[in-house]
């Protein structure tokens, strides 16, 4: 397996983790096969969309924001059940097809790593398999 951490300097913030993803099928060694993007964490996920118009990001937490604000009737005394649902929404894993060493993604598509109660160091674990 191999990890690497984030640290994030928001709230709520999405980071590109594409290039980290593609550095750990390179060093497990991955030729062809499948590629678990797993993050261990409740109010964090991964989310696999677009990277070309920063936007797209943006309206995605906005839209988040909106169905599930940060202020509302929650029973979690710890006061973050928002984080919680969103990162439920989203997922904790996403899987990647792995061709000739490379992440198998569409033109348009990043692997983001989906911070929902930052700023925290955060811990991001891949493994793959032929
Ligand atoms: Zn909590």
Redesign the pocket.
């Known amino acids: 397996m191999y990890s690497f951490s984030i640290s994030t300097q928001n709230h709520t913030e999405f980071t590109d983790i594409t290039k980290e993803v593609q550095a750990a099928a390179s060093q497990l060694k991955i030729d062809s096969g499948l590629i678990t993007v797993f993050i261990p964490h409740?109010?964090a996920g991964v989310t696999i969309n677009e990277n070309a118009d920063p936007d797209v990001m943006m309206d995605l937490a906005e839209a988040l924001e909106r169905a599930v604000p940060w202020k509302g009737r929650y029973r979690?005394s710890?006061g973050?059940?928002a984080?919680?649902v969103k990162a439920a929404i989203v997922g904790s894993s996403v899987q990647v097809i792995i061709e000739k060493g490379r992440l198998q993604l569409g033109t348009w598509q990043g692997i983001y790593f989906c911070e929902f109660d930052g700023p925290r160091t955060r811990t991001v674990w891949v493994q793959g398999s032929r």
């Open positions: 409740t109010t979690h710890e973050n059940a984080a919680h």
